[in-house]
């Protein structure tokens, strides 16, 4: 009964660093989604999936890649880190028709 | 476009006290879910409660209450006698089932209740 699975919780990147953050659910959710949480900003959509094999950009998606393979798994691959990539970022996911996001606990990286 | 909007940044009680925050929304779609969720200090995000479009019965459970109008774009929620507990982050979010349930959210109310 995990949930949504974020790894790693934390991360200090240096500029230029590629990284990939894990997400995975366990609840057979067809919709996922990534977040980062800035300080005073709430939390802006980053990408989001409506099942496997398919992806559209929310918010904020400028230097970041996603992929969906499969139904459980939705990573989030920083391709060159910044400074200004520097968040908590949170992976949700849930089963669509205006069920809620169940979230993950975060992954807090810094970028420096 | 889909828009939410919490104008409160922080408010402040003494415990016991009653707290209401508002949010307004935007969309010009029929269909949609709203939702409030809580971050407390340790930073998990915790769903509290739904409402869909079709729904403006407002609701109370212990000592929370929602209030829900569809004629200002409404969806605010209350705190009833708080506790020092209660001190969070409270977002609330708009989903469109159009938009492919994209959640969106407001920028957030932060509550410190004091003892």
């Known amino acids: 009964n995990a949930g949504v699975t974020q790894t790693p919780k934390f991360q200090v990147l240096k500029t230029g660093q590629s990284m990939t953050l894990q997400c995975a659910q366990d609840?057979?959710?067809?919709?996922m989604s990534w977040y980062r949480q800035d300080p005073g900003m709430g939390l802006r959509l980053i990408h989001y999936?409506?099942?496997?094999?398919?992806?559209d950009q929310g918010e904020v998606p400028n230097g970041y890649n996603v992929s969906r393979s499969t139904t459980e798994d939705f990573p989030l691959r920083l391709l060159s880190a910044a400074p200004s990539q520097t968040s908590v970022y949170f992976c949700?996911?849930?089963?669509?028709?205006?069920?809620?996001?169940?979230f993950g606990s975060g992954t807090r990286l810094t970028v420096v | 476009a889909q828009k939410v909007t919490q104008a409160q940044t922080e408010i402040s009680v003494v415990e016991k006290e009653d707290v209401t925050l508002d949010c307004v929304y935007e969309?010009?779609?029929?269909?949609?879910?709203l939702f409030w969720y809580k971050q407390p200090p340790s930073g998990e995000l915790v769903f509290l409660i739904r409402?869909?479009?079709?729904?403006?019965q407002n609701e109370i459970s212990g000592r929370y209450s929602w209030n829900f109008q569809k004629s200002t774009s409404s969806f605010n929620f209350t705190i009833t006698a708080s506790q020092v507990v209660d001190s969070a982050v409270y977002f609330c979010?708009?989903?469109?089932?159009?938009?492919?349930?994209?959640?969106?959210f407001g920028g957030g109310t932060r509550v410190l209740v004091k003892p």
């Open positions: 979010a708009l989903m469109i089932k159009a938009a492919g349930n994209k959640l969106t």
């Open positions: 969309t010009r779609d029929t269909t949609y879910y």
């Open positions: 999936s409506v099942g496997a094999g398919i992806t």
């Open positions: 409402r869909n479009s079709f729904d403006e």
């Open positions: 949700a996911s849930s089963y669509g028709g205006g069920y809620g996001y169940t």
């Open positions: 609840m057979n959710h067809e919709y």
